[in-house]
């Protein structure tokens, strides 16, 4: 039982954003007294959305971030979500500082929800040929688990988000539990035929995503309402219609009367009792006074998000473990891996000018990965998906003033339709891809300040080059014009899919985490966010880690049971 007064507890969960509410729903429900800390402050769900129904010419800055915020804030300024209506929810440069030996863009928002807040909701499943990739292409270690092992935990969460999908039968994408689809744009209809005319091994389909299009009875229960097609997520959905831990997960744990949050809890370490030679809870560091509390339970699940929960690990120090928690085999923090996002391609097409972009999605095209799936057919290992979208807009000329441009844009003629596409390439977790925690810079809070050292390598470069290639016949045979393929160069994080350096494996030798998420050499810490990643597929992560947290919860919980941990 928990107990307040002791700081005792049966679970501790480290944050509550995506995967923290996952674990602190699980466990609350079946009963365990759950402490969920969080660093940040509280976003009630709906209470806290301040922007959220505000009218575009309401903001002071017309949505756009200011000037001298962009200049003190380079790193986030570079995220697209980062503007007027959602920058409450991102941490900001000056106040959070990291170092980069190679640059980093480290994307965060701490607070109750974490980034489940900000998320754009993509939900694809990883298949077979993601968790057999390293094994069959010889990179990283092989993961101690199979499709088959998660895919059930795929479905568990899947009924509760609420993902919005069609069956599409792709064994490289495998289906889920559904609502309906939302329905593609005539472009997208139009790639979409084109490209299974003139591909055998591609397919153009509606991206997944945890949007409610016909709310079930375990999300009315949740408070949650159907999608609105609003596209203003990044604010907070006062109708739920998206997934967030801070209007799902979260207030469902509570409702069970047996989690307790604290905000304003910054997990400074984790405790190793060389005595009894088990962990047995958590330092806090409380955000506002700066004192130091100890938390204490039988079981440890981290949710900090990938990279600080390397950081907290590589922070626990003790006699048993000097080099960090669980490092006995000195790999914590490295094979720390992304996602390469760096090349997009944009296009025009002359036709279907009969038809007008008529409402919204929050959703696009997606080309499931297709280069390297049954056999190694290019100079480069594994493959890329692909992101596409199209749209419409007045043809209009704002490059005048006064009245010529006032009836410009009067104007209620549309030009072509034009799409634009995005790469989302699997990158190869390397050794020298890591992060550590730097000897002597600090923050204002006592951590030890986290120094980056990830980059690209030749195989990503390569991965670019064909991207632009196969869009670009791809786009051209389905009779685009104007077709444009550029880089942008972006740091690695950008992508803001960061995952690793506390990978799982087999042998405790090799990797840091067994096939349940638990330190090979402490049963009962977990790790279920993108810390435990072996490698990185080319799918939007979150749902895997949702479904790694549920699965581990289940697992921790009967451990519990019997005595195991
Ligand atoms: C703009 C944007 C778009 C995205 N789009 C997608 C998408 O389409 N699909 C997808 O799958 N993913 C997407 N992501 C990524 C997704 O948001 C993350 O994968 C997901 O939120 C990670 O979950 P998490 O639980 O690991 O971390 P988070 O959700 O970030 O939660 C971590 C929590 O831990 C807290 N915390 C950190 N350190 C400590 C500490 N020391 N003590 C206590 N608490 C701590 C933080 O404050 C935070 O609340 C996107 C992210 C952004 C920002």
């Known amino acids: 039982m928990g107990n307040s007064i002791n700081n005792t507890y049966d679970a501790i969960v480290i944050g509550s954003g995506m995967s923290g509410g996952w674990a602190a729903k699980e466990m609350s429900e079946k009963g365990l007294k759950t402490l969920v800390l969080e660093r940040g402050r509280d976003v009630k769900h709906i209470k806290d959305y301040p922007t959220t129904n505000k009218y ?178 990044q604010r907070g959905c006062p109708f ?26 910054i997990v400074h370490s984790i405790i190793y009792d060389d005595a009894k030679q088990k962990v047995t809870g958590v330092r806090v560091i409380d955000s506002k006074t700066k004192d130091v509390t100890e938390y204490y339970a039988k079981v440890i699940f981290l ?55 008529d409402g919204r999605s929050p959703t696009g095209g997606y080309v499931p990965r297709f280069r390297n799936l049954l056999k190694q057919d290019t100079d480069f290992l594994r493959g890329y998906a692909i992101s596409f979208s199209g749209g419409r807009s007045l043809a209009t000329d704002n490059s005048g003033f006064g009245a010529g441009l006032k009836s410009s844009l009067a104007s209620k003629e549309l030009g072509p339709w034009h799409v634009g596409a995005q790469m989302m390439g699997e990158t190869i977790p390397k050794e020298t891809n ?27 470069e390569k991965m670019i080059k064909d991207f632009q290639e196969q869009i670009t016949e791809m786009l051209d045979r389905a009779g685009f014009t104007n077709i444009k393929t550029s880089d ?16 799982m494996g087999k042998d405790p030798k090799t990797s840091l985490l067994n096939k349940f998420n638990q330190l090979h050499t402490c049963a009962n810490v977990f790790v279920t966010d993108g810390a435990c990643m072996t490698s990185t597929s080319t799918q939007n992560p979150s749902l895997t880690y949702m479904a790694f947290t549920a699965r581990a919860a289940d697992h921790a919980i009967s451990e519990l049971k019997n005595g195991n941990i």
């Not at 997960?249 to 509570?254: H, V």
């Open 56 to 233: 575009p010419w309401e903001f002071e800055h017309r949505g756009q971030i200011p000037y001298d915020v962009q200049k003190e804030n380079p790193v986030v300024s570079r995220c697209y979500a980062f503007r007027e209506d959602a920058m409450h929810f991102f941490c900001k440069d000056t106040e959070h500082p990291y170092l980069q030996e190679k640059p980093f863009d480290w994307i965060r928002g701490y607070q109750v929800g974490g980034k489940s807040l900000l998320w754009a909701r993509q939900t694809q499943r990883w298949s077979e040929f993601d968790f057999s990739g390293p094994t069959r292409d010889g990179f990283a270690v092989e993961w101690p688990i199979h499709y088959k092992d998660i895919a059930p935990w795929y479905s568990y969460v899947e009924k509760f988000v609420g993902i919005s999908g069609n069956k599409d039968g792709l064994a490289s994408l495998p289906d889920g539990e559904f609502l309906p689809a939302l329905e593609m744009s005539c472009i997208e209809k139009h790639f979409q035929k084109a490209v299974a005319k003139n591909y055998k091994d591609r397919n153009v389909i509606y991206a997944r995503c945890a949007h409610l299009t016909e709310p079930k009875p375990v999300h009315i229960e949740q408070g949650r309402g159907q999608c609105q097609k609003r596209n203003l997520c």
């Open 303 to 357: 949710n900090a998000g990938a990279v600080n929960t390397n950081l907290i690990l590589l922070n626990s120090t003790s006699k048993r473990f000097p080099h960090g928690l669980g490092n006995d085999n000195g790999l914590l923090g490295k094979y720390f891996a992304f996602h390469n996002y760096r090349a997009r391609a944009s296009a025009e097409y002359e036709g279907l000018e009969e038809f007008n972009e």
């Open 434 to 460: 890591s992060v550590k925690l730097d000897a002597s810079k600090k923050d204002e809070w006592g951590m030890p300040l986290l120094s980056f050292n990830v980059a690209y390598d030749d195989n990503d």
């Open 488 to 503: 942008s160069k972006q740091a690695p994080g950008l992508d803001i899919h960061e995952m690793g350096g506390v990978r």
């Open 240 to 265: 739920g219609g998206y997934f967030a831990s801070n209007s799902t997960t979260i207030p469902w744990a509570l409702k069970t009367g047996n989690m307790t949050l604290q905000t304003n809890a």
